[in-house]
């Protein structure tokens, strides 16, 4: 990516590369302030094959010192900006970064944060803390080499919903090939506006938009953190041609910005969501009003660049809920089943075989080996079903399925179903051992504001539509679920709690 990168700087260095808060930067710039972050990062010690922890919003900055890191030799570990001071700890300690860059606006966060790697702000200048935007400023710029395609890009930690995040490792050939997959995969183009809202320190916002547009010599739009009335105006003001954004990202305008249809959206040609599908009534809720029926669906996850399956927007009412037939360029896709692959109807799990896949995680080759199934496949732990034409629907992860008395339950089919009650806002479903049956169902449940259903109440509603066996034995009535800070559930939590129970 860096050496694709200098040759579109050289030969288009007027070209606009970022636009933030009113400012362009173009290719030119960015590459200069890149080699001046090379610099700053070179004096405080950073060598080849270190770690670099960046731990910053959607700001010109992240990029610059992504590529400055790059130009060193050394790899770059994103932080979610939404972690807590023990969560930056133990990915600090467990990727031993060299160093450590975070925005100014995350001090309060930084000030307890005990691992001893030296910090440096950005954005604003903190007492006690050595700034990087004074020093860059004042720097030379440093060249450095172009790092070798097997050599270590990134470190992303994966979100922690079963126990500790794990530190996936990708590599510079990787990084390309996930974003060659998606410019290819949704025609990314030079003429791209490419609005980056979600945030720029996950996968997909990384490697697949921010790299696929760079790739295709495009102009990215960063808004420094998701907000509903934030994304409308950038859209309408930046003239942005293509979106990311997980479904509620789209939901949400609709759902608080009283004056939704008095946006231009217009210029949009390509929106694009992830992280699960969605269904038919809010497919047609979403085109209507978006005023557009080309919406994609991509499905992949970090280990894999991410790379996976693309639904397109002929396909969107036909096969809601699916995540598709086929994957993006480079990318195959495989249910498998007792090590053989599954016939129509079965349920088997997601195998991706892709060219962007990591190397493996960090310092945890058990959950490698585990992880990897030889001959490049990588074992997803989500478990889907293919239809008659060849669409696949996932039902579960491995670890949610529940085995009740030789009985094969999905979790998430018993929460879908619990979640179309109106006075359910949340719900989370469990095993818990039992002596008899092996395990027991059980269900977590977030009641809307209001009186609260009964556990017979909710087992009522369920008996129509689920199997008996399906049916939560128990019902816990909670605040709120554990959540990962990107909103993942964390069911190792509720296990660990359960009679019997040891987590995850």
Request: hydrophobic share 40%; proline share 6%; net charge neutral.
């Amino acid at each position: 990516m860096l050496t694709h990168f200098d040759e579109l700087a050289a030969a288009r260095p007027q070209r606009t590369l970022l636009r933030y808060q009113g400012c362009a930067f173009s290719y030119g710039a960015v590459s200069a302030a890149s080699r001046r972050a090379a610099a700053v990062l070179r004096a405080h010690g950073v060598a080849r094959g270190d770690r670099v922890a960046l731990m910053c919003f959607n700001t010109p900055a992240f990029v610059e010192m992504l590529l400055g890191a790059w130009r060193l030799g050394a790899a770059v570990v994103p932080v979610n900006h939404k972690l807590q001071a023990e969560e930056v700890d133990y990915i600090l300690a467990h990727c031993d970064a060299a160093l450590s860059v975070f925005d100014g606006e995350l001090a309060p966060v930084w000030r307890r944060v005990r691992h001893r790697a030296p910090a440096l702000s950005t954005g604003l200048v903190l007492a006690g803390w050595p700034d990087f935007d004074a020093e860059a400023a004042a720097a030379d710029g440093f060249e450095g080499e172009t790092p070798a395609p097997e050599g270590l890009a990134e470190v992303l930690y994966t979100s922690g919903t079963t126990g500790r995040p794990k530190g996936c490792m990708l590599s510079h050939r990787g990084v390309r090939r996930a974003a060659e997959a998606a410019r290819a995969g949704l025609g990314l183009d030079g003429d791209e506006v490419f609005l980056l809202a979600m945030p720029i320190w996950h996968a997909s916002p990384l490697n697949n938009w921010l790299a696929g547009t760079l790739l295709a010599g495009g102009t990215v739009a960063l808004l420094r953190e998701y907000r509903p009335l934030d994304f409308l105006e950038t859209v309408a003001r930046e003239r942005v041609t293509a979106y990311f954004g997980a479904p509620v990202s789209y939901l949400l305008p609709l759902q608080t910005v009283p004056d939704f249809e008095r946006f231009d959206l217009s210029s949009v040609r390509t929106w694009i969501y992830g992280g699960g599908p969605i269904g038919a009534d809010t497919a047609r809720r979403l085109m209507t009003a978006y005023r557009s029926n080309n919406f994609y669906q991509v499905y992949g996850m970090t280990e894999t660049g991410p790379a996976g399956s693309v639904l397109r927007p002929d396909e969107q009412l036909a096969k809601a809920g699916s995540i598709g037939r086929c994957g993006l360029p480079g990318v195959e896709l495989r249910l498998v089943r007792a090590g053989r692959d599954c016939r129509a109807g079965e349920v088997g799990e997601i195998w991706l075989r892709a060219d962007s896949l990591m190397q493996g995680y960090l310092n945890d080759e058990a959950a490698t080996r585990q992880a990897l199934a030889g001959d490049g496949w990588y074992r997803s732990g989500d478990l889907a079903r293919r239809d008659a034409d060849g669409y696949c629907f996932i039902v579960d992860r491995i670890k949610d399925m529940i085995v009740s008395g030789g009985e094969n339950v999905y979790s998430k089919e018993v929460e879908d179903v619990l979640l179309g009650h109106p006075a359910v806002a949340d719900a989370a479903v469990i095993g818990e051992p039992h002596p008899d049956w092996g395990e027991t169902v059980v269900a977590y449940v977030v009641a809307q504001p209001g009186e609260p259903p009964s556990g017979e109440a909710l087992a009522d509603y369920l008996a129509s539509r689920l199997a008996r066996y399906k049916i939560p034995r128990r019902f816990h009535f909670v605040e709120r679920l554990p959540r990962t800070p990107t909103g993942k559930l964390q069911k190792y939590l509720l296990r660990r709690e359960a009679p019997g129970g040891k987590g995850a």
